[in-house]
């Protein structure tokens, strides 16, 4: 991931650049990845974004500041923050994006009083969100240099606790079957012990979805020290496992109060390993085919024996 500025316009507010050099593409993914590291005033604001965008649609800076009880200049700053010139750019950017899915309009927490019809149909939405919202950020240069890198690894770490330790074993599993040495790691003092004995010839994928729990973040850094390629999946591109990490793959999944560690988390994550495994297949296609044919013979023999 590339790491990552005023007159009033037409609705009132403070004046702004006329341009910015790039402009999220997904305006409703990337609000959601970088609110972490935002301050808390500009949260409050993020956090209205994504429960209503709609809202932001409909409303002037003036009226928006009414509804969300926060002066022009923060809802600028924080415009500015999510990587737009401003608050009339990040507006346009957002009516696009819902003109493209109107269903985004709607707001879509789960509530306790939601019947389970509309459990099943916030549910999906979500999923299907994570996925088009990741699949929309991730760059195909930045995934191919990633599957090069594992590829040409003597072997690959995989660090993830909790929901995303389940992400590092499918993962791990997953290069396995292809022939390619890997090994998950959930527990902090495990993942330390071999990240302390890795060499530069080889690779760790990091996955945390705040990009700031310290099970991962701590081997992380110790094998970056070591020597060790470190390509991170994370929601939040600009969290502290971002920046360590010699690549970043963003995941666009959401968490709410009813759902941590939330499937659609999950499932945008595993949409990456996916597309990692591929290209490997696709890079080492002898070779993984070969493990493929010789894996499935040695457990369709255990099935069969």
Same mark, same amino acid.
């Given at each position: 991931m590339t790491r990552a500025r005023g007159g009033a316009g037409a609705d009132g507010q403070a004046a702004e650049p006329a341009a910015r050099a790039t402009e999220p593409a997904n305006p409703v993914a990337t609000v959601r990845a970088v609110l972490p590291s935002l301050t808390p005033a500009a949260? &409050?604001?993020?956090?209205?974004? =994504?429960?209503?965008? #709609? %809202?932001?649609?409909?409303?002037?800076?003036?009226?928006?500041? !009414?509804?969300?009880?926060?002066?022009?200049?923060?809802?600028?700053r924080t415009a500015r923050a999510l990587g737009f010139a401003g608050y009339s750019q990040m507006r346009f950017a957002l009516a696009a994006a819902v003109a493209k899915e109107p269903e985004r309009l709607v707001p879509g927490d789960l509530a306790p009083d939601d019947p389970l019809t509309d459990v099943i149909a916030k549910v999906a939405r979500a999923e299907s969100?994570?996925?088009?919202?990741?699949?929309?950020?991730?760059?195909?240069?930045?995934?191919?240099?990633?599957?090069?890198?594992?590829?040409?690894?003597?072997?690959?770490?995989?660090?993830?606790?909790?929901?995303?330790?389940?992400?590092? &074993?499918?993962?791990?599993?997953? =290069?396995?079957?292809? #022939? %390619?040495?890997?090994?998950?790691?959930?527990?902090?003092?495990? !993942?330390?012990?071999?990240?302390a004995l890795l060499k530069d010839t080889d690779v760790v994928v990091a996955i945390s979805c705040s990009g700031e729990t310290p099970d991962v973040l701590v081997p992380a850094r110790t094998a970056a020290e070591a020597g060790a390629l470190l390509v991170a999946i994370t929601n939040n591109p600009r969290s502290s496992l971002a920046e360590l990490a010699d690549h970043t793959l963003v995941s666009a999944g959401r968490e709410t109060a009813f759902r941590p560690g939330a499937l659609a988390s999950r499932i945008s994550q595993l949409l990456i390993v996916d597309c990692i495994f591929v290209g490997l297949a696709q890079r080492t296609y002898d070779t993984a085919d070969a493990a493929i044919r010789a894996t499935r013979d040695a457990t369709d023999r255990y099935r069969n024996r």
């Open positions: 949260q &409050a604001i993020a956090r209205i974004i =994504l429960d209503d965008p #709609g %809202l932001v649609v409909r409303s002037t800076i003036t009226e928006f500041s !009414a509804v969300s009880g926060t002066s022009e200049a923060t809802i600028v969100e994570a996925l088009a919202d990741t699949a929309a950020q991730l760059d195909p240069d930045r995934l191919g240099e990633v599957v090069r890198a594992i590829a040409a690894a003597r072997r690959v770490d995989v660090y993830g606790v909790a929901a995303s330790g389940l992400v590092a &074993a499918d993962m791990s599993q997953k =290069l396995l079957r292809i #022939g %390619l040495s890997s090994h998950p790691f959930s527990d902090a003092h495990l !993942a330390l012990t071999s990240a």
